[in-house]
């Protein structure tokens, strides 16, 4: 074990080259449009401060679970298709459930490359001042006859696929690991100037008062259950736990350091920019008159708002959209880097040739998504008004990640699973704060039930009412 605190292999597997390496990667998984493009139009549907505060205790509720990814991954130095059976007690079926990794980082990648994308267009026009000069009216339609142009949102796409798996292929340390490094130290910066110019825009208070102040009657109009579901969805969605994403992050991970105190550094960065997105987006809707719940699109309409009203907006517009690029780039990256190590240690190929495999199969698993906003409009899988992206969405977030949380759970919790001594042997190994171990009936019992009856309500909200 002494060779596992020395960066550079273990038992042949390629290590990160760092402890800031492996948070900024990990958080550059959980990071990115969950935090930036879904937190505040989400937060807007579901009555500002009164979501935050219920999304908050969901997501420090659901952190056990993503250091249970970390454990996994690092007691197995495997992927999750094959660290569940090589942890698994003899005689149990496990390992059945290692689809869950590949179906569900594909499920997530077949939207999220559509909206970054999205981001990856708006840099070129932020930059060649397409959106200056218009008034938040006109920046609303530009943006809508963005969606509407098929060719614009399947070049967006391509680029981002091929950015994403052109950086894996160069490998963990000199690609993955080195690039989202500077990707998110980059967005962490510029969200700090943006928060202070946005909080300094005539009518901000009220966007402030909005976010900050808790509705007791938007909660009451909504319906409990209703907010408690879309904070748990969004809280899975944000640390993108339950498809084994974090899994691979810890099986590069050395064992000097505590996985509950790396954890809880992550969820406390992917909260930081959560928070500091609202503070950017509220008061900016508020100054110019956007209706906070107005959709996904709220950031294209928003923010170019923002810009227009700043001297030199045009090259903040353009900086804002190139590090919201990097933001969703450093999530689109750390989830083809879970596809292509499923592909290496399940199935034995090659780094290159999982990436020549799996690079155009995500292309056109992505295509229906971006042509459901333009060419596919009329497929209206949840209703009318909805896309193929939301049925997408739906799929992931309300049924994938719970399932693979629940299943981490039971794994790491019970007896017939790996066990809780070995999962509490691996997590506190090293320096750092160590996991709470009086914890164990909530994350056995509690927590499993809680997300089961939200998921069921969920189903029931959406389909019966």
């Known amino acids: 074990m002494a060779n596992d605190l020395v960066p550079g292999s273990v038992a042949g597997r390629e290590?990160?080259?760092?402890?800031?390496?492996?948070?900024?990667?990990?958080?550059?998984?959980?990071?990115?449009?969950?935090?930036?493009?879904?937190?505040?139009?989400?937060?807007?549907?579901?009555?500002?401060?009164?979501?935050?505060?219920?999304?908050?205790?969901?997501?420090?509720?659901?952190?056990?679970?993503?250091?249970?990814?970390?454990?996994?991954?690092?007691?197995?130095?495997?992927?999750m298709g094959l660290a569940l059976r090589k942890l698994e007690p003899a005689g149990t079926k496990w390992s059945k459930f290692g689809w869950v990794a590949l179906v569900g980082s594909y499920l997530l990648m077949m939207f999220y490359t559509a909206v970054t994308g999205w981001m990856l267009i708006y840099c070129w026009y932020m930059g060649a001042g397409a959106l200056q000069g218009l008034t938040p009216a006109e920046v609303g339609n530009f943006f809508h006859g963005v969606l509407a142009d098929p060719w614009i949102q399947v070049a967006g796409m391509t680029i981002a696929i091929g950015a994403g798996f052109g950086i894996c292929v160069l490998g963990v340390r000199k690609g993955v690991e080195r690039i989202v490094k500077y990707m998110m130290l980059g967005l962490l910066l510029l969200l700090v100037v943006l928060v202070v110019r946005s909080l300094l825009l005539p009518g901000a208070g009220a966007g402030i008062r909005f976010y900050l102040m808790p509705d007791m009657g938007k909660l009451t109009e909504v319906g409990f259950f209703n907010v408690c579901n879309a904070a748990m969805t969004q809280a899975f969605f944000t640390l993108s736990v339950g498809?084994?994403?974090?899994?691979?992050?810890?099986?590069?991970?050395?064992?000097?350091?505590?996985?509950?105190?790396?954890?809880?550094?992550?969820?406390?960065?992917?909260?930081?920019?959560?928070?500091?997105?609202?503070?950017?987006?509220?008061?900016?809707?508020?100054?110019?008159?956007?209706?906070?719940?107005?959709?996904?699109?709220?950031?294209?309409?928003?923010?170019?708002?923002?810009?227009?009203?700043?001297?030199?907006?045009?090259?903040?517009?353009?900086?804002?959209?190139?590090?919201?690029?990097?933001?969703?780039?450093?999530?689109?990256?750390?989830?083809?880097?879970?596809?292509?190590?499923?592909?290496?240690?399940?199935?034995?190929?090659?780094r290159p040739r999982a990436v020549a495999l799996h690079m155009p199969m995500m292309w056109l698993l992505s295509l229906p998504c971006v042509l459901g906003f333009n060419l596919l409009a009329f497929i209206e899988p949840l209703g009318k008004g909805s896309t193929i992206l939301d049925l997408e969405d739906f799929l992931l977030s309300n049924n994938i990640l719970p399932f693979g949380g629940i299943l981490f759970l039971l794994f790491c919790c019970h007896r017939r699973g790996w066990g809780w001594n070995n999962f509490l042997a691996e997590t506190d190994q090293g320096q750092g704060l160590k996991f709470p171990a009086f914890l164990r009936p909530f994350l056995s019992w509690v927590l499993p039930l809680l997300i089961a009856s939200l998921f069921v309500s969920g189903y029931i909200n959406k389909f019966l009412h």
């Open 15 to 79: 290590m990160l080259g760092s402890r800031l390496g492996f948070l900024l990667l990990s958080a550059g998984c959980a990071i990115g449009l969950g935090n930036v493009w879904r937190f505040p139009f989400i937060t807007g549907a579901y009555g500002g401060a009164i979501f935050v505060i219920i999304y908050v205790l969901f997501l420090f509720a659901i952190l056990p679970i993503m250091i249970m990814e970390f454990a996994v991954g690092r007691a197995s130095r495997l992927n």
């Open 243 to 350: 498809i084994g994403a974090m899994c691979i992050f810890g099986s590069y991970q050395p064992r000097d350091r505590s996985l509950t105190g790396e954890a809880v550094w992550i969820a406390g960065l992917d909260t930081f920019v959560g928070i500091m997105a609202g503070l950017i987006i509220f008061p900016a809707c508020f100054s110019f008159g956007v209706q906070p719940d107005s959709g996904p699109g709220l950031i294209f309409v928003t923010l170019p708002n923002i810009f227009n009203s700043l001297e030199g907006g045009r090259i903040w517009g353009c900086l804002f959209f190139v590090f919201m690029a990097f933001a969703s780039l450093s999530t689109v990256i750390a989830v083809f880097e879970n596809i292509i190590s499923y592909s290496v240690d399940v199935w034995k190929m090659p």
